[in-house]
């Protein structure tokens, strides 16, 4: 297999359990078995920083911006996407997302038999296929990298933009899942429309766009409409509640973030449950506006306001 140069990130996994670091373990010998690159993430940035005498914010920085680089130096991402009902950790969402805007060849290992995996990471996927077991992630790493190396795929690089522009269209990211999430999510959107942004919303018509003719799947058409709606923003607008961030949620901050979009994030939830002693997922909070998020509507509109005039 001519697989000279081709690197994996590899997504998910070896940070925060024993079964995440066991996996990485395994997946990391199936690539050098096929004479494979990948970045590990924990190796390359955490392995040896988690200890570091850093002041908690400049760790959380170069822990992000280390993890954004693996992504951006390979040509394809191997995503672990293990977890109850097809969602995955926020962290591994918000990276696949920023590999889909990238244009990276994403795979996907799920040995969890709780669901399938959530549709709207499934529409990222090379060939649109879940690895089921190991054997399966072999074949899709053959094909994928003579796909890579077809297209002749190349590292990305993030260069950050001097300047913004103005804020006037918004894409409000919101879990709309509870008659109660539906709910606020609604006064999340009537509140920014009156302060005079022309809102993207999905519940009910409020997503703006339009769908390519004779399509037929539905979560395709999904993801197509999101990605021009993400595409055509001036900004993103995350309700970042829950135990952890939405998986839909999550991806479109990597999205939004890999296009450049200014993210705004807004917290209601009173439990703090991020990682490395933050209070969300280190890189959804590393790539929010000033790494801030707002815990109501008054403080978001405020930082919006104050965003438009720099």
């Known amino acids: 297999m001519p697989s000279a140069g081709v690197k994996f990130y590899l997504n998910g996994g070896g940070l925060f359990t024993i079964q995440g670091r ?8 199936l690539f050098r078995e096929l004479d494979v690159g990948i970045y590990n993430p924990w190796k390359e940035s955490k392995e040896g920083q988690l200890r570091a005498a850093l002041p908690r914010e400049e760790l959380r920085r170069r822990i992000f911006e280390s993890d954004r680089n693996g992504v951006d130096v390979s040509q394809g991402v191997v995503m672990l996407g293990e977890g109850a009902a097809g969602e995955v950790s ?39 296929m879940v690895s089921r077991d190991l054997e399966e992630l072999r074949s899709q790493v053959v094909r994928a990298v003579n796909e890579i190396h077809r297209l002749k795929m190349n590292r990305t690089y993030y260069r950050r933009q001097v300047g913004r522009k103005e804020i006037k269209k918004l894409f409000l990211s919101v879990p709309y899942f509870t008659s109660a ?27 703006h766009g339009r769908l390519p003719r004779g399509r037929s799947n ?9 990605t021009h709606c993400l595409d055509e ?32 994030g807004i917290r209601t939830d009173l439990r ?3 990682d490395l002693g933050g209070e969300i997922n ?4 590393q790539s929010l506006v000033d790494t801030k998020v707002c815990h109501s509507m008054d403080e978001l509109s405020r930082l919006l306001d104050t965003a438009n005039k720099i």
Not at 282 to 285: N, P
């Open 181 to 207: 999430e539906t709910d606020y999510a609604k006064a999340l959107n009537r509140k920014l429309s009156k302060l005079g942004y022309d809102v993207m919303f999905t519940p009910g018509t409020g997503l």
């Open 90 to 128: 926020s962290g591994t969402a918000w990276e696949t997302g920023y590999a889909c805007a990238r244009s990276k060849v994403v795979l996907c290992l799920r040995t969890d038999l709780r669901g399938d995996l959530n549709p709207i990471l499934k529409q990222c996927l090379f060939n649109g």
């Open 282 to 285: 280190l890189m959804i909070e």
């Open 218 to 226: 539905v979560w395709a058409d999904r993801l197509v409409m999101k």
């Open 233 to 264: 923003c001036d900004a993103v607008v995350a309700l970042l509640d829950g135990f952890d961030s939405c998986t839909d949620t999550a991806w479109d901050c990597g999205y939004g973030y890999s296009k450049y979009k200014p993210v705004f």
């Open 22 to 29: 066991w996996w990485d373990e395994k997946v990391e010998a």
């Open 272 to 274: 703090s449950l991020g």
